[in-house]
């Protein structure tokens, strides 16, 4: 359905709402505002918004606002719940910039109320008021914007009326217990507490998550490494005592080959077709190149799941090495410590395993080449519509769809198949990946694009196999980071963003009591384009450095500010191999001289 902006519908729902002006009743001696952190003075403290950020100009007081941007199916709200009275009459307030600003409340158990502006090119006040039902004691409030007509700002807001006694802080949680426990997480349980809101989860004293239910999944852990985790109850008066302290102990792992450089430079060959680049020969790679992606294996039909591996034909390559030159090379490389990887997919190969069929015969046909050549391991590089998530797939840690499930099923058999020293190596488009902070498949009210953040079910359900996410930050348009800001292609800061939001964790689509955790920094490399030939998004050699720089020494930043060091950080991935020579090694020669 297309989205418009409703100028008739507007028109007529002005008549009705009674908070087009401002109301003169004077708030009572009892009264309190009960909104809390109004004025945005504490940055987003006590709001959820799905695409909204503080800024410090324009602000109508004090010295911080509201500034979210409404994007395609997103409207950009900002909302908070408080307590309220039951049958109580309250006053809701704002000042808003922009064009079609809403404030309003829902759940009020009477009739829900909004006010709005059709354009509000200064600060203008917003005023509505409502009455609770005889059973409300929640109420929610929010702001928010008009599909696709820009930023807009709040500031000021206030609901005054009767104030609520907050009461105690619920009791400390008992029956903490800890569940599955992999390399790099811990599944954490414990009994539910009266008059709790929420829990707070704390690991090694520090508070890394906050949940609604009574189980967290706590990710971004070390291999082979003891954690004490604690929980706290939560309601409006404050927080409980922490629990009693339970402690797990990672696993060893197996995702990282141990003979993988500390940092690596991977690189696509390529292997089955020419283009402007040329083709070069596998033994004519320069040896910085630690990781070689051979593109492409292609699949036979999109959903058959039978992958063949065809190499570049003398009369499209006339210098293509024979099938027993190609196969020495890569005994070659092995024996100088690089890794070989059939990669599969790319932006022709569309691959949908729709079938366990289709999954029996991706993993028999897959290992057909690899056995065939020898190779270390796989590549997945689905692009297009390869994968995406049926209406009802809403939860990553639990997928539905069939071409998802079945993909981790097969990788899952690979890996099982050839051991702890099987490569496994993901290169998806921030569309699948990093798009998924704001959106995720179809969406709460269906009509989103079904393949925003698809790959997130495989990274997650493949982490403690998988040796390298190299997310490819190219031939991207804008995505919104963990600051709430959309980053464009071009500089240094959309990797740094990018990258960022990979080993920090995000919130899929906005729920906070749905994070992706974080990744290892030795899973991840930063995928750029080795030329402006190789794709768009191409930045010079300063900007990859300063990308590094940020990222492993907080050095050198921009205007991002990215929420860690890791000096870990796997390292850098291009297309391709073949730009980079045709670009005389620009890349590779950025890469050597920072790294060595």
């Known amino acids: 359905m297309d989205r418009f902006r409703p100028l008739a519908l507007l028109t007529a729902a002005a008549l009705t709402l009674p908070g087009i002006t401002a109301l003169s009743s004077a708030a009572r001696a009892a009264d309190a505002d009960l909104a809390r952190n109004g004025g945005f003075e504490a940055g987003l403290d006590g709001w959820t918004c799905t695409a909204g950020t503080t800024v410090n100009t324009p602000v109508r007081s004090g010295s911080s606002a509201l500034q979210a941007t409404p994007a395609g199916s997103d409207n950009a709200r900002c909302a908070q719940t408080v307590t309220v009275k039951p049958d109580s009459q309250y006053t809701l307030s704002g000042y808003v910039r922009g064009s079609y600003v809403y404030l309003g409340a829902s759940g009020t158990g009477t009739t829900d109320v909004s006010a709005w502006t059709q354009s509000a090119p200064g600060w203008q006040q917003l005023t509505t008021t409502f009455r609770t039902g005889p059973s409300t004691t929640r109420v929610t409030l929010y702001t928010h914007g008009w599909y696709g007509t820009g930023a807009y700002n709040a500031d000021d807001i206030s609901l005054v009326g009767p104030g609520v006694d907050a009461g105690q802080p619920p009791a400390a949680p008992t029956g903490l217990k800890t569940g599955a426990v992999t390399s790099s997480s811990v599944v954490l349980s414990w009994s539910a507490v009266p008059g709790a809101t929420g829990y707070a989860v704390y690991r090694d004293g520090a508070k890394v998550q906050t949940v609604t239910g009574t189980s967290a999944t706590i990710g971004g852990l070390s291999p082979s490494t003891a954690y004490g985790f604690q929980v706290a109850a939560v309601n409006e008066a404050g927080e409980s005592a922490k629990s009693a302290t339970v402690t797990a102990t990672t696993t060893a792992g197996t995702g990282s080959p141990v003979d993988l450089p500390a940092h690596a430079l991977v ?16 033994a004519d790679v320069p ?28 009369t499209e390559c006339p210098n293509v090495e024979s099938d027993a030159e190609f196969k020495a090379a890569i005994k070659a490389k092995q ?32 290992s057909r080449i690899i056995d065939e050549y020898g190779l270390d391991g796989l590549d997945i590089d689905f692009e297009g519509h390869s994968l995406s998530l049926n209406a009802d797939d809403t939860d990553f840690k639990n ?74 930050d190219y031939n991207s348009g804008p995505i919104m980071g963990l600051d709430n800001q959309y980053h464009s292609m071009g500089g240094a800061d959309f990797h740094i963003a990018m990258t960022d939001m990979l080993l920090t964790g995000f919130p899929v689509a906005g729920n906070a009591g749905n994070v992706f955790p974080p990744l290892r920094p030795d899973q991840v490399a930063i995928g750029m384009p080795a030329s402006t030939n190789a794709g768009n998004g191409h ?3 300063a900007e990859v450095t300063k990308t590094l720089d940020c990222l492993t020494k907080r050095t050198n930043c921009g205007s991002y500010a990215n929420h860690g060091t890791w000096p870990a950080l796997r390292g850098l991935m291009t297309w391709s191999i073949n730009w980079d020579r045709y670009s005389n090694w620009e890349f590779q020669r950025t890469f050597d001289g920072y790294f060595g």
């Not at 690189?267 to 596998?282: K, V």
């Not at 990887?341 to 691959?351: A, H, K, M, R």
């Open 267 to 282: 690189g696509y060959l390529h292997a089955s077709f020419a283009n402007g680049s040329g083709y070069t020969r596998l």
């Open 287 to 314: 040896d910085s190149w630690d990781v070689i992606d051979l593109a492409f294996g292609e699949p036979t039909s999109v959903t058959s799941g039978d992958i063949r591996f065809d190499r570049c034909p003398a």
């Open 335 to 366: 024996a100088a410590g690089k890794k070989v990887l059939i990669s599969i997919g790319g932006q022709n190969g569309q691959v949908q395993l729709t079938t366990t069929a289709a999954r029996d015969t991706f993993v028999t046909s897959v």
């Open 399 to 472: 997928p539905k769809t069939p071409v998802i499930v079945n993909l981790i099923s097969a990788v899952k058999t690979l890996k099982a198949r050839y051991g702890d020293d099987f490569v496994l190596t993901m290169a998806p488009e921030t569309f699948f990946v990093q798009l998924g902070y704001q959106y995720y498949g179809t969406g709460q009210w269906g009509g989103q694009d079904p393949r925003a953040g698809a790959y997130l079910p495989v990274i997650h359900a493949l982490r403690d196999d998988l040796t390298l996410l190299h997310v490819q």
């Open 539 to 541: 930045v010079p050699p």
